[in-house]
């Protein structure tokens, strides 16, 4: 009996042994990420790994996994212009490393390489393309600048292993001397404007004023011109509509009485 347990045991001890060994030697690959293999012997491995669950040589080979999807990351800079007007600029570079790349990547920047190169670069890109405009240009020519930026990146980029899938300029300010005479010229914009406004409302006024005695003017001439060919006629049409509206109006009156013309009439008063 004791030697059964003595088997079982050893037996039990084999398999907790090979079991351990068989998952030393397993690992995963999750979705959206790589493998680079570092051997004890022969260095990182010129291969990268896809997903799915592989084989090792257990405290010999050893993986490292890499996340190859695209990640955010914002880098500001200040950095002077070419009127030597300060500048801060905030970029946002979505990266992502290139997955041929991963073995050289590991053995010149390690894992970390994106604190190692996104900050350095995008520090020498913006500075170096700031530098060719100054303070009005990178306001008025911000698509040109931003495309420059662009270019000039995603080719400094390629150089580590990297690959840029967006570049944009998120904040974009200058020093308090720049700002306050840009603040001071709209202000004398805007006043400018104001006045000009007053003065073509005034000049509009004018012209009304003048088309208005004009018309007066011209009304006038054609009324003198109309009584004029009248002549007497005219006046006389006038005082017959007079007389109408004047006996009108008396033979409302109670108090008045119309007398027959060339008749005599007699009239009982009281005594």
Known sequence: ???LFNTLGKLGLGIAIAGGVVNSALYNVD?????????????????????????LIPWVQKPIIYDIRS?????????GSKDLQNVNITLRVLF????????????TLGIDYDERVLPSIVNEVLKAVVAQYDAA????QREVVSQKINEELMNRATQFGLMLDDISITHLTFGREFT?????????????EKARFVVEKEEQRK???????????QAALLL??????????????????ASEDIAYQMSQSPNVIYLPSGQQTLLSLPQ
């Open 1 to 3: 009996m004791a030697k």
């Open 31 to 55: 979705g959206g990420h790589r493998a680079v293999i570092f051997d004890r012997f022969a260095g990182v491995k010129d291969i990268v790994v896809g997903e799915g669950t592989h084989f």
């Open 71 to 79: 990640r955010p990351r914002s880098v500001p800079t200040v950095t």
């Open 96 to 107: 992502r490393p290139l997955p041929t790349k991963l073995p050289q990547i590991f053995t």
């Open 137 to 140: 240009e990178l306001i008025m």
């Open 180 to 192: 306050e005479a840009v603040e001071m010229k709209q202000v004398a914009q805007q006043e400018a």
């Open 207 to 217: 012209r009304a004023a003048i088309i208005r005695a004009e018309g007066d003017s």
């Open 224 to 241: 003198a011109k109309v009584l004029s060919e009248a002549g007497e006629g005219l006046v006389e049409l006038r005082k017959i509509e």
